[in-house]
């Protein structure tokens, strides 16, 4: 199975700061990364699928990069309504599996 | 635009079998696999499994022995049942759309609670 692993586990910050959560799989796994964003009582939210793409109706402040095993997600410009808890996910194989979390909390 | 919806107990009995069904809307289900995915309070997303609508499926092997899913093509439903239930399957279970391109989960239901407990 592969394990995917966020960092870090939570992060304080500021609207209008960059912010960057990492996620590694513990093989490669390609370009096959998705990225989620979750509020509190709410189901899951496609941000970035394919490591780098942006699903539609997501603002282009969302960013994904990276392949084989390290990936990235970039917030360029934090904005209140992006304080949520974020999940990386690998679609390359069964049994598909999602990061920690990362909790992203207003400084 | 295609939307999701569980519906299913919202308390089972230790050792009894949880039963959930997914409806989707505003689209077929058709040509698409579908996942069942569940979350324990403030803990993350756990994948159970996933069905295409060919009756094919995959599931977690940390749940194959206790996980069935099964589809309905005439209802635009797919359902679930875990069986031998203990309160650690106690969680927020939510179905979803797996994308055509690289498999993500792009469309989500909103998510039903089912307490395990006597």
């Known amino acids: 199975d592969i394990q995917m692993t966020q960092s870090p586990s939570s992060l304080s910050a500021s609207v209008g700061d960059r912010v960057t959560i990492t996620c590694r799989a513990s093989q490669s796994i390609s370009s096959y990364l998705n990225w989620y964003q979750q509020k509190p009582g709410k189901a899951p939210k496609l941000l970035i699928y394919a490591a780098s793409s942006l699903q539609s109706g997501v603002p282009s402040r969302f960013s994904g990069s990276g392949s084989g095993t390290d990936f990235t997600l970039t917030i360029s410009s934090l904005q209140p309504e992006d304080f949520a808890t974020y999940y990386c996910?690998?679609?390359?194989?069964?049994?598909?599996?999602f990061g920690q979390g990362t909790k992203l909390e207003l400084k | 635009q295609v939307q999701l919806q569980e519906s299913g107990p919202g308390l089972v009995k230790p050792s009894e079998t949880l039963s959930l069904t997914c409806t989707v809307s505003g689209g077929s289900i058709s040509s698409y696999y579908w996942s069942w995915i569940r979350q324990p309070a403030g803990k993350g997303l756990e994948w159970i499994g996933r069905i295409y609508t060919s009756g094919s499926t995959n599931y977690n092997p940390s749940l194959k022995s206790r996980v069935t899913m099964s589809v309905d093509t005439s209802k635009n439903q797919f359902s679930l049942k875990l069986s031998s239930v203990t309160a650690a399957d106690t969680a927020v279970y939510y179905c979803?759309?797996?994308?055509?391109?690289?498999?993500?989960?792009?469309?989500w239901g909103q998510g039903t609670m089912v307490t395990v407990s006597s």
């Open positions: 996910q690998q679609s390359y194989s069964i049994p598909r599996s």
């Open positions: 979803a759309r797996l994308s055509l391109v690289f498999g993500a989960f792009d469309i």
